[in-house]
């Protein structure tokens, strides 16, 4: 089939999070299904500055964007090793910027317009390159406008009859919200924006346009697209969603294992596997110690965490234990991530007083995540919501155990350590539903009770090691998905 993914980020092009890792890596393997995906981003600074081959293409285009026409262009790449396009939306007052959505803490004033703009080039972008698209695959709400031009007004035109849209929520809460004014950037009737399309509370609201306008809507794990149907996990859109929910279905993310395997990781000082997995973490563990500035201590539980410190990751939770544990516990804590300053400087000022047990580095390092991954004991996600989740899967393949709060991808994927997930050889970490620091604090005690016990932890680091969280399954489920929505049959809706 053929498949045009239009998305904010995508792996090695550009990231800030999990659906960059999602986008970088379905493609690849739905070409590897025998399908012919072709992907499309817009030309970030940052994408033109990766060192990737990108080239231009002869493709000049203008749009409408409210009252003006803005011209833009296209540039041409593919993902490493394959031959699986990327098409590169070029416009440089958009795009030639230093963040992707903002810069120092600040959302650019226009997102609605460079997402509007975005959106129109893809469509236009069809013809212009005279595509053969089955399902156009849209990724969050920068691209929730594709859903509503393909159905309100290239419905009829030749070329995009057969095509069917299909929305991915990756992460709800953050929905592309702004004023209403900005209505007409997206030079849609304003008959749309009403309650039941495309406003919410008086703004115009890119994700809500997604969800309404899409022939189909999945989210990135089962029960994540459950919790959505209700407060407080719809984020205000629960209605919408339910009202859809014969179209929404749930489908977990999966690992590349290409980049994410402690086999053939280039970051790691050693690479080990099931086989050797004791002295290659041992390994590991005393490097990043050292490179983190802790003490080098064999046998204490080392506590990584990476990610963004925001409300949602639960940092809260990890302060406050680490605020009553760093001065008692024996436990060494990794903390790799950047986000709310008020966490940033809470993390700090706890790592700046127990040097030699807490390291936290405020930063963005896709090698450092590696090092933490290999390196740490136990891997520490008591997020408030996650959609999917991908550090968890992440810290399985390392043999890292994982610690997480039992909410959307995390429930999905992690197996509390129970005497009978032990004697069933299903449990691969640790979970807690109660989000509370106490609740964290006991899940942790756990894992750390059991870290020494080392001939039933490593049944637990084997069982995670073992499993295959690979995109195969995943893209297979939406291989199944793009082919009911192609022939317009009732898709298989979740729970
Ligand atoms: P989300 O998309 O909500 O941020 P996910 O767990 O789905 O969370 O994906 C986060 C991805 O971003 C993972 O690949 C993780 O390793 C990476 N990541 C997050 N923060 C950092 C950081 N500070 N440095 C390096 N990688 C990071």
């Keep these: 089939m053929n498949i045009l993914l239009a998305a904010s980020e995508v792996v090695p092009f550009a990231k800030t999070g999990g659906l960059a890792d999602v986008v970088g890596a379905l493609p690849v393997e739905l070409a590897r299904l025998g399908h012919a995906p072709i992907v499309f981003m817009p030309a970030y600074r940052r994408a033109l500055a990766s060192g990737l081959p990108i080239e231009r293409t002869p493709v000049r285009f203008h749009v409408p964007i409210g009252t003006k026409e803005v011209e833009g262009g296209l540039l041409r790449s593919a993902f490493p090793g394959t031959a699986v396009p990327v098409y590169l939306v070029e416009q440089s007052d958009y795009f030639d910027r230093e963040g992707l959505y903002g810069e120092g803490g600040r959302d650019y004033i226009d997102n609605c317009e460079r997402f509007v703009f975005f959106c129109r080039a893809v469509m236009e972008a069809i013809r212009l390159l005279d595509l053969r698209v089955d399902v156009l695959h849209a990724h969050d709400w920068q691209t929730g406008l594709l859903p509503a031009y393909l159905h309100i007004e290239y419905r009829g035109v030749p070329g995009y009859e057969r095509i069917a849209s299909l929305f991915t929520i990756h992460n709800l809460a953050f929905q592309g919200q702004f004023w209403h004014w900005d209505m ?7 008959k749309y924006f009403n309650w039941h399309q495309m406003e919410f509370f008086g703004k ?6 997604g969800l309404v306008f899409a022939d189909a809507i ?11 149907q209700a407060a407080p996990l719809g984020s205000g859109l629960e ?3 339910l009202q859809r929910r014969d179209v929404l279905s749930g489908i977990l993310n999966g690992v590349d294992y290409g980049t994410w395997n402690p086999a053939t990781d ?4 050693v690479k080990y596997e099931l086989s050797n997995v004791v002295e290659g973490k041992a390994a590991c563990k ?11 201590a064999p046998n204490m539980p080392l506590v990584g965490m990476t990610g963004r410190l925001t409300d949602q990751k639960g940092v809260d939770l990890v302060a406050g234990v680490l605020q009553e544990w ?4 024996d436990v060494q804590w990794a903390i790799l991530g950047t986000g709310d300053p008020k966490y940033e400087q809470q993390l700090s000022t706890l790592a700046g007083r127990h040097p030699q047990k807490v390291a936290v580095k405020l930063d963005f390092s896709e090698a450092v995540a590696h090092r933490i991954e290999a390196g740490a004991d136990v891997f520490l996600m008591p997020s408030q919501f996650e959609p999917c989740g991908l550090s968890q899967l992440y810290s399985l393949k390392y043999g890292t155990v994982p610690v997480v709060r039992a909410t959307g991808g995390l429930a999905d994927t992690i197996t509390d350590a129970t005497p009978e997930a032990i004697a069933a050889g299903a449990a691969n970490g640790f979970s807690f539903r109660e989000y509370s620091t106490l609740a964290l604090a006991e899940a942790l005690r756990r894992a750390i009770a059991m870290y020494r016990q080392p001939e039933v932890w490593s049944r637990l680091v084997a069982a995670g090691m073992q499993q295959d969280w690979s995109w195969k399954r995943s893209a297979e489920q939406y291989v199944n998905l793009y082919r009911r929505l192609s022939a317009r049959l009732p898709q298989t809706t979740c729970a």
Excluded at 266 to 269: A, T, Y
Excluded at 286 to 296: D, F, I, N, S, T
Excluded at 326 to 329: K, L
């Design 184 to 190: 007409l950037l997206t030079g849609l009737d304003w």
């Design 239 to 241: 209605g919408v969603l």
């Design 218 to 228: 999945n989210t990135v794990s089962p029960r994540y697209a459950e919790e959505i």
């Design 204 to 209: 115009l609201n890119l994700m809500k346009t």
């Design 326 to 329: 760093a001065q008692t516990a």
């Design 266 to 269: 280039p970051h790691l000082p």
């Design 286 to 296: 005393a490097a990043v110690q050292a490179e983190l500035g802790l003490v080098q």
